[in-house]
Protein backbone atom coordinates (compact mmCIF):
# COMPACT_ATOMS: atom_id res chain seq x y z
CA UNK A 1 0.00 0.00 0.00
CA UNK A 2 1.05 3.73 -0.29
CA UNK A 3 0.08 6.80 0.81
CA UNK A 4 0.80 10.36 1.03
CA UNK A 5 0.04 13.15 3.81
CA UNK A 6 0.05 17.01 3.44
CA UNK A 7 -0.46 17.90 7.16
CA UNK A 8 -1.30 21.60 6.52
CA UNK A 9 -4.60 22.44 4.67
CA UNK A 10 -3.36 26.10 4.00
CA UNK A 11 0.16 28.08 4.26
CA UNK A 12 0.75 31.82 4.64
CA UNK A 13 3.55 33.34 3.66
CA UNK A 14 4.96 36.92 3.23
CA UNK A 15 6.24 37.44 -0.33
CA UNK A 16 10.02 37.50 -0.47
CA UNK A 17 10.26 35.28 2.56
CA UNK A 18 11.10 31.29 2.45
CA UNK A 19 8.28 28.84 1.93
CA UNK A 20 7.55 25.33 3.28
CA UNK A 21 4.77 23.21 1.56
CA UNK A 22 4.92 19.66 3.68
CA UNK A 23 4.38 15.88 2.69
CA UNK A 24 5.34 13.02 3.98
CA UNK A 25 4.83 9.60 2.45
CA UNK A 26 4.06 5.72 3.31
CA UNK A 27 5.29 3.17 1.01
CA UNK A 28 6.90 -0.52 1.19
CA UNK A 29 10.23 -0.10 -0.74
CA UNK A 30 11.38 2.56 -2.56
CA UNK A 31 9.21 5.44 -3.23
CA UNK A 32 9.27 8.07 -6.68
CA UNK A 33 8.18 11.54 -5.30
CA UNK A 34 6.29 14.08 -7.10
CA UNK A 35 4.87 17.78 -6.66
CA UNK A 36 2.55 19.32 -8.75
CA UNK A 37 0.64 22.76 -8.78
CA UNK A 38 -2.65 23.64 -9.78
CA UNK A 39 -3.46 27.22 -10.18
CA UNK A 40 -7.32 28.42 -10.60
CA UNK A 41 -9.80 26.67 -12.82
CA UNK A 42 -6.32 24.75 -14.71
CA UNK A 43 -5.29 21.12 -13.93
CA UNK A 44 -2.48 20.26 -12.10
CA UNK A 45 1.24 21.08 -13.86
CA UNK A 46 4.07 19.17 -12.61
CA UNK A 47 6.74 20.55 -10.87
CA UNK A 48 9.25 18.19 -10.10
CA UNK A 49 10.00 14.51 -9.00
CA UNK A 50 12.37 12.64 -7.06
CA UNK A 51 13.36 9.12 -8.83
CA UNK A 52 17.17 8.15 -7.46
CA UNK A 53 20.27 9.92 -6.99
CA UNK A 54 20.83 13.37 -5.58
CA UNK A 55 18.13 13.89 -2.55
CA UNK A 56 17.81 17.33 -3.81
CA UNK A 57 15.65 18.48 -6.41
CA UNK A 58 14.99 21.17 -8.37
CA UNK A 59 12.31 21.70 -10.46
CA UNK A 60 10.33 24.76 -11.97
CA UNK A 61 9.59 28.30 -10.94
CA UNK A 62 12.47 28.08 -8.56
CA UNK A 63 11.01 25.55 -5.91
CA UNK A 64 12.92 22.35 -4.94
CA UNK A 65 12.50 19.67 -2.42
CA UNK A 66 14.23 17.28 -0.33
CA UNK A 67 13.71 13.46 -0.32
CA UNK A 68 14.66 12.18 3.58
CA UNK A 69 14.12 8.92 3.81
CA UNK A 70 14.19 8.64 7.16
CA UNK A 71 11.90 11.51 8.23
CA UNK A 72 9.54 9.41 4.97
CA UNK A 73 9.24 13.21 3.65
CA UNK A 74 9.72 15.16 0.28
CA UNK A 75 8.97 18.87 1.35
CA UNK A 76 8.32 21.66 -1.48
CA UNK A 77 10.55 24.68 -0.40
CA UNK A 78 11.56 27.91 -2.27
CA UNK A 79 13.81 30.53 -0.97
CA UNK A 80 11.77 33.79 -2.10
CA UNK A 81 8.34 33.46 -2.52
CA UNK A 82 6.35 35.31 -5.02
CA UNK A 83 2.41 36.14 -4.91
CA UNK A 84 2.08 34.30 -8.13
CA UNK A 85 3.27 31.00 -6.26
CA UNK A 86 -0.46 31.32 -4.79
CA UNK A 87 -1.72 27.82 -5.66
CA UNK A 88 -2.67 24.71 -4.74
CA UNK A 89 -0.18 22.28 -4.48
CA UNK A 90 -0.31 18.08 -4.43
CA UNK A 91 2.27 15.41 -3.48
CA UNK A 92 2.20 12.27 -4.95
CA UNK A 93 3.80 8.95 -4.51
CA UNK A 94 4.17 6.25 -6.28
CA UNK A 95 5.50 2.81 -4.97
CA UNK A 96 8.34 0.70 -6.89
CA UNK A 97 7.24 -2.43 -7.58
CA UNK A 98 3.88 -1.46 -7.73
CA UNK A 99 0.73 -0.57 -9.70
CA UNK A 100 3.04 2.15 -10.91
CA UNK A 101 0.04 4.38 -10.14
CA UNK A 102 0.66 7.55 -8.55
CA UNK A 103 -1.42 7.95 -4.94
CA UNK A 104 -2.18 12.11 -4.78
CA UNK A 105 -2.22 13.79 -1.32
CA UNK A 106 -5.55 16.44 -0.51
CA UNK A 107 -3.78 19.29 -1.37
CA UNK A 108 -2.02 22.55 0.45
CA UNK A 109 -3.20 25.78 -0.62
CA UNK A 110 -0.41 27.80 -0.74
CA UNK A 111 -0.99 32.02 -0.44
CA UNK A 112 1.82 34.27 -0.47
CA UNK A 113 0.79 37.36 0.65
CA UNK A 114 2.58 41.22 -0.88
CA UNK B 1 -0.66 24.62 -22.03
CA UNK B 2 -0.91 21.09 -21.10
CA UNK B 3 -1.80 19.72 -24.60
CA UNK B 4 -4.73 17.76 -22.89
CA UNK B 5 -8.00 19.38 -23.17
CA UNK B 6 -10.87 18.51 -21.62
CA UNK B 7 -14.53 19.99 -22.47
CA UNK B 8 -17.15 21.03 -21.64
CA UNK B 9 -15.24 23.27 -18.87
CA UNK B 10 -18.49 23.20 -16.81
CA UNK B 11 -21.45 21.47 -16.20
CA UNK B 12 -24.99 21.25 -14.58
CA UNK B 13 -27.36 18.64 -14.78
CA UNK B 14 -30.42 17.36 -13.00
CA UNK B 15 -30.27 13.69 -11.33
CA UNK B 16 -31.96 11.91 -14.31
CA UNK B 17 -29.93 13.22 -17.23
CA UNK B 18 -27.21 11.84 -19.04
CA UNK B 19 -24.40 13.85 -20.31
CA UNK B 20 -20.74 12.88 -21.15
CA UNK B 21 -17.17 14.71 -20.53
CA UNK B 22 -14.94 14.65 -23.28
CA UNK B 23 -10.96 14.54 -22.79
CA UNK B 24 -8.28 14.41 -25.88
CA UNK B 25 -4.69 14.50 -25.45
CA UNK B 26 -2.50 15.76 -28.06
CA UNK B 27 1.20 14.42 -27.00
CA UNK B 28 1.50 10.89 -27.96
CA UNK B 29 0.60 9.15 -24.77
CA UNK B 30 -0.84 5.77 -24.35
CA UNK B 31 -2.22 5.93 -21.22
CA UNK B 32 -5.07 8.21 -19.94
CA UNK B 33 -6.70 8.55 -16.26
CA UNK B 34 -9.83 9.87 -14.85
CA UNK B 35 -9.63 11.68 -11.51
CA UNK B 36 -12.39 13.42 -9.33
CA UNK B 37 -11.06 15.84 -7.22
CA UNK B 38 -13.32 17.50 -4.36
CA UNK B 39 -12.28 19.91 -1.71
CA UNK B 40 -9.93 19.07 0.61
CA UNK B 41 -9.52 15.71 -0.08
CA UNK B 42 -7.12 13.36 -1.90
CA UNK B 43 -7.61 13.32 -5.86
CA UNK B 44 -9.23 10.12 -6.61
CA UNK B 45 -8.57 7.83 -9.32
CA UNK B 46 -11.25 6.86 -10.76
CA UNK B 47 -10.30 4.60 -14.41
CA UNK B 48 -6.96 3.93 -16.19
CA UNK B 49 -6.81 2.94 -19.52
CA UNK B 50 -3.18 1.87 -21.01
CA UNK B 51 -3.07 1.39 -24.71
CA UNK B 52 -6.85 1.95 -25.19
CA UNK B 53 -7.57 -1.14 -22.59
CA UNK B 54 -9.30 -0.35 -19.41
CA UNK B 55 -6.98 -1.67 -16.50
CA UNK B 56 -8.13 0.21 -13.41
CA UNK B 57 -11.44 0.50 -11.95
CA UNK B 58 -11.24 2.41 -8.68
CA UNK B 59 -14.67 0.98 -6.65
CA UNK B 60 -16.16 3.49 -9.09
CA UNK B 61 -20.08 3.29 -9.31
CA UNK B 62 -21.67 2.12 -12.36
CA UNK B 63 -23.52 5.73 -13.01
CA UNK B 64 -19.85 6.16 -14.22
CA UNK B 65 -19.11 4.68 -17.57
CA UNK B 66 -15.67 5.49 -19.59
CA UNK B 67 -14.99 4.75 -22.79
CA UNK B 68 -11.96 5.12 -24.43
CA UNK B 69 -12.55 4.83 -28.66
CA UNK B 70 -8.58 5.43 -29.04
CA UNK B 71 -5.62 6.50 -27.44
CA UNK B 72 -5.95 10.36 -28.02
CA UNK B 73 -9.80 10.28 -26.66
CA UNK B 74 -11.45 9.89 -23.27
CA UNK B 75 -15.01 10.10 -22.27
CA UNK B 76 -17.00 9.67 -19.08
CA UNK B 77 -20.62 9.03 -19.67
CA UNK B 78 -22.27 10.10 -16.61
CA UNK B 79 -26.08 9.41 -15.57
CA UNK B 80 -28.60 9.34 -12.54
CA UNK B 81 -25.95 10.69 -11.21
CA UNK B 82 -26.13 12.20 -7.03
CA UNK B 83 -25.15 15.62 -5.32
CA UNK B 84 -22.42 14.17 -4.03
CA UNK B 85 -21.16 13.56 -7.58
CA UNK B 86 -20.68 17.29 -7.63
CA UNK B 87 -16.54 18.24 -8.27
CA UNK B 88 -13.98 19.09 -10.61
CA UNK B 89 -13.32 15.68 -12.89
CA UNK B 90 -9.62 15.79 -14.06
CA UNK B 91 -8.43 14.12 -17.06
CA UNK B 92 -4.70 13.25 -17.64
CA UNK B 93 -2.15 10.76 -19.67
CA UNK B 94 1.20 9.73 -19.15
CA UNK B 95 3.65 7.74 -22.32
CA UNK B 96 2.31 4.91 -20.44
CA UNK B 97 1.00 3.26 -16.75
CA UNK B 98 2.50 0.81 -14.88
CA UNK B 99 6.17 1.17 -16.49
CA UNK B 100 8.94 2.36 -14.07
CA UNK B 101 6.87 5.33 -12.28
CA UNK B 102 9.30 7.23 -13.58
CA UNK B 103 6.54 9.29 -15.85
CA UNK B 104 4.89 12.59 -15.38
CA UNK B 105 1.32 12.68 -15.39
CA UNK B 106 -0.03 15.74 -17.79
CA UNK B 107 -3.62 17.49 -16.58
CA UNK B 108 -6.33 18.70 -18.44
CA UNK B 109 -8.12 21.88 -17.04
CA UNK B 110 -10.76 19.78 -15.77
CA UNK B 111 -14.75 19.56 -15.93
CA UNK B 112 -16.52 21.39 -13.17
CA UNK B 113 -19.42 19.13 -12.16
CA UNK B 114 -23.35 20.17 -10.73
CA UNK B 115 -25.32 17.81 -10.22
CA UNK B 116 -28.84 18.97 -8.37
Known amino acids: AQSVAQPEDQVNVAEGNPLTVKCTYS??????LFWYVQYPNRGLQFLLKYITGDNLVKGSYGFEAEFNKSQTSFHLKKPSALVSDSALYFC????????????FGRGTSLIVHP | ETGVTQTPRHLVMGMTNKKSLKCEQH?????MYWYKQSAKKPLELMFV???????ENNSVPSRFSPECPNSSHLFLHLHTLQPEDSALYLC???????????????FGPGTRLLVL
Open chain 2, 92 to 106: ASSQAAYTQGRETQY
Open chain 1, 92 to 103: AVIAEGGSYIPT
Open chain 2, 49 to 55: YNFKEQT
Open chain 2, 27 to 31: LGHNA
Open chain 1, 27 to 32: VSGNPY
